[in-house]
């Protein structure tokens, strides 16, 4: 089965077919780099993850490229909030952000471009609309004319003809009724960041920096644009617009878009007490794998509800997995292999990636795990040497996909638990359980668990 995926250009699920045989190209929005993301932003960010790993288990070489916008309407209004440098607000939040993305094990991406680092390329394509026609200077801002491009709108199904359309604005987002002129370079204001230009000096747009560094760094046309719902309009229809019309050529061939997280069923809002950074969440005790696992476990082009209930069953998910993992670990085994387990991985790792290949279902490929895990348990007393290394290296695989397995610690870690273990074990041979137990409690507060078996006290990671 091929990979086919819903393309919000065509609104149909297409075949995947890659430019460059055996490559990707990948573009994600990135953040807004004014404060601290809240759990919202990384659903977007754990799919784009979910996304990239899966090509990447396909065999594709992936170019993932996600934007830093440090210079816009916000960063800029937070910068005067706060009385203090432009450069000074977005390198905390970078850090901040960067952080939030390691802690939720998101893989890294090849580029972070910063939107101030990379103006030349921004007025180079203004230049080209500037040349083409498609772009006016006005009240010292340049603007593109979205009724010079008979295409406008084809991404977001908005209709030029039966909507209002409006003059041109300087703000970097508007509504999808009012259809407007977009800025791409803002004529310089008392108290912001400005650069020179043959225009005259000021700053980008949001729009345009996108466009400038996507093609920067993926070419004219690249493979796969991501990013939430709410871009759809005017940002990612904006980014078509300025970018075809600079370079005469379809600008990207598929568009993913994730849904919204509400939280109890509600839109998150500050007034309604349900906005939680991730930051809040893990404050709260919360293992930030429970965290990525909720995130991803819906698929993409559905509402997301985030609940605590929902964030404790995923707690629940991940021990299955864990336990699951230490259990065959640790079963002892005869040297071979058998034909049903084999059999049984084969067939489990088929139907996981016929439902990655059906437009991300990654539901169904959960539920193939772990119906594979229910499988394995049922003749755990049979399994033998190699089974073993092949349940465990298919484990490995799936988890490629889904980046939620905790590793066991350190080689000092276990060295240390070890020691701890030597320590328990001649405790409770000299019948000092007091000792002993005060030991097992210690690990226990730190998140290890002891498990006696007749080959000796094993221990995991919860």
């Known amino acids: ?241 300025q970018s075809e019309c600079a370079t005469g050529k379809k600008f990207v061939n598929y568009w993913l878009h994730c849904q919204h997280l509400v939280v109890d069923n509600q839109k998150m809002s500050k007034s309604l007490g349900n906005f939680y950074t991730l930051r809040e969440v893990l404050d709260r005790g919360y293992d930030p794998m429970a965290i990525r696992y909720l995130l991803i476990s819906t698929h993409y082009r559905k509402l997301l509800n985030f609940t605590f209930a929902g964030l404790d069953n995923a707690a629940q998910s991940l021990k299955r997995i864990q336990d699951f993992i230490f259990s065959v670990k640790n079963q002892a085994g005869e040297a071979g292999e058998t034909a049903g387990i084999t059999a049984l991985i084969d067939k489990s790792e088929h139907d996981f990636k016929e439902n990655m290949d059906n437009d991300f279902n990654i539901s169904g490929a959960l539920g193939v795990f772990f119906d594979f895990i229910h499988q394995v348990n049922l003749r755990l007393s049979d399994i033998k040497a190699k089974d073993r290394e092949n349940i465990l290296a298919f484990v490995g695989r799936i988890d490629s996909v889904i980046g939620v397995i905790k590793e066991q610690g350190t080689d000092a870690l276990d060295r240390e638990i070890m020691e701890k273990i030597d320590l328990r074990n001649q405790a409770r041979k000299e019948k000092n359980f007091k000792a002993a137990d005060a030991i097992r409690d210690e690990l226990k507060a730190r998140g290890i668990t002891l498990v006696d078996t007749p080959d000796g006290t094993r221990w995991k990671q919860e």
Not at 66 to 92: G, P, W
Not at 202 to 228: N, Q, V
Request: aromatic content about 12%.
């Open 1 to 241: 089965m091929s990979l086919r995926f819903y393309n919000t250009l065509t609104k149909t699920v297409e075949d995947f077919k890659e430019i460059n045989p055996g490559q990707v190209g990948l573009y994600m929005c990135g953040p807004t780099v004014y404060d601290v993301a809240h759990i919202g932003n990384f659903r977007s960010n754990l799919f784009q993850d979910l996304v990239k790993r899966y090509l990447m288990y396909r065999g594709f070489k992936v170019t993932h490229v996600m934007n830093l916008t440090d210079i816009d309407d916000k960063t800029i209004k937070k910068s005067q909030d706060l009385h203090i440098s432009l450069e000074e607000v977005t390198a905390k939040y970078i850090k901040a952000f960067m952080e939030d993305v390691a802690t939720l094990n998101v893989s890294k991406a090849d580029v972070y471009p910063r939107a101030t680092r990379h103006i030349p390329e921004m007025i180079a394509i203004i230049g080209r609309l500037m040349e083409k026609g498609f772009a006016y200077v006005k009240d010292n801002s340049v603007y593109f004319g979205i009724d010079r491009f008979k295409d406008y709108g084809k991404l977001a199904n908005v209709a030029k003809d039966r909507l209002m359309i409006g003059a041109s604005v300087d703000a970097d987002e508007y509504d999808k009724e009012n259809v407007q002129d977009f800025v791409l370079w803002k004529g310089k204001k008392e108290g912001e960041p400005s650069w020179p230009t043959p225009y005259g000096d000021g700053r980008p747009g949001w729009h345009i920096e996108c466009s400038a560094m996507s093609m920067k760094y993926l070419g004219e046309t690249f493979d796969i644009h991501m990013g939430g719902v709410d871009l759809i309009f005017p940002h990612h229809e904006n980014e078509i617009a």
